[in-house]
């Protein structure tokens, strides 16, 4: 899937499941699973219809108002605005969004998945240099967290930054991401150099991992249809 400015791949936040024990957060244990199953820390394979019907339900009023209560239960737990933060951004809510983030990294400055999510906001809002400076702040908590290292290569890309673009990507799929982007968008690179033999390898990886995202096909298909012009 390549990164627009849709509303979607916001990091998914590890750390809520290890601590359903805590008051109130077994609520939020529950609806991270149902509503915030495809948040893009953990992305996977799986785009059955089923999980792209989760998908969509993410940025519902419901569930909203669901997070909402969580987060007055527990105001102190930065999981909850994390979580609220990434259902707002997939309703295009950016600023309530933004707030959120702010938040959970205000309770907690090491939470290297709301400083992704975050990037993601400010990308989407225009921001560049902050969303380049709150991924460089994510990788340096965590440099193996493969979101950041794609959403930060699809900042390069889109500047036109290839080879750092290329060494992001590079570095997500080094790291055994299951995310189909860092495949498709260094395919577009590898097309870009005329290098077409990795650029077909990785739109077809890109498929595998996500047999239902139409990018990468028509990738493949648009590089393929231009090289049989020129033979």
């Known amino acids: 899937m390549t990164s627009t400015a849709r509303t979607a791949d916001f990091s998914d936040h590890t750390g809520l499941a290890r601590?359903?024990?805590?008051?109130?957060?077994?609520?939020?244990?529950?609806?991270?699973?149902?509503?915030?199953?495809?948040?893009?820390?953990?992305?996977?394979?799986?785009?059955?219809?089923?999980?792209m019907r989760v998908e969509r339900a993410q940025g519902s009023e419901e569930n909203i108002a669901s997070l909402s209560a969580v987060i007055s239960a527990n105001p102190s737990d930065p999981e909850g605005y994390n979580v609220r933060g990434s259902a707002y951004g997939r309703a295009g809510e950016f600023r309530r969004a933004l707030a959120d983030f702010n938040k959970a990294i205000e309770l907690n400055p090491r939470f290297y998945q709301a400083y992704a999510n975050r990037a993601l906001v400010e990308r989407n809002m225009g921001?560049?240099?902050?969303?380049?400076s709150d991924y460089n702040m994510a990788l340096q908590l965590n440099p193996r967290y493969d979101v950041a290292f794609i959403g930060r290569g699809n900042l390069y890309r889109q500047a036109g930054q290839l080879d750092q673009?290329?060494?992001?990507?590079?570095?997500?799929?080094?790291?055994?991401?299951?995310d189909p982007r860092a495949y498709h968008n260094r395919g577009l690179i590898y097309q870009a150099r005329k290098q077409h033999a990795q650029a077909?390898?990785?739109f077809s990886t890109a498929i595998s991992l996500s047999p239902s995202a139409p990018e990468p096909y028509n990738g493949r298909r648009d590089f393929l249809r231009r090289h049989e012009r020129r033979r």
């Open 200 to 202: 077909i390898e990785d």
């Open 165 to 178: 673009a290329f060494a992001d990507f590079n570095k997500a799929i080094e790291l055994d991401t299951t």
């Open 127 to 132: 921001d560049q240099s902050a969303a380049q």
């Open 19 to 51: 601590r359903s024990n805590r008051r109130g957060f077994a609520l939020a244990s529950m609806l991270a699973v149902t509503g915030a199953l495809m948040l893009s820390g953990c992305t996977t394979a799986d785009t059955s219809s089923n999980v």
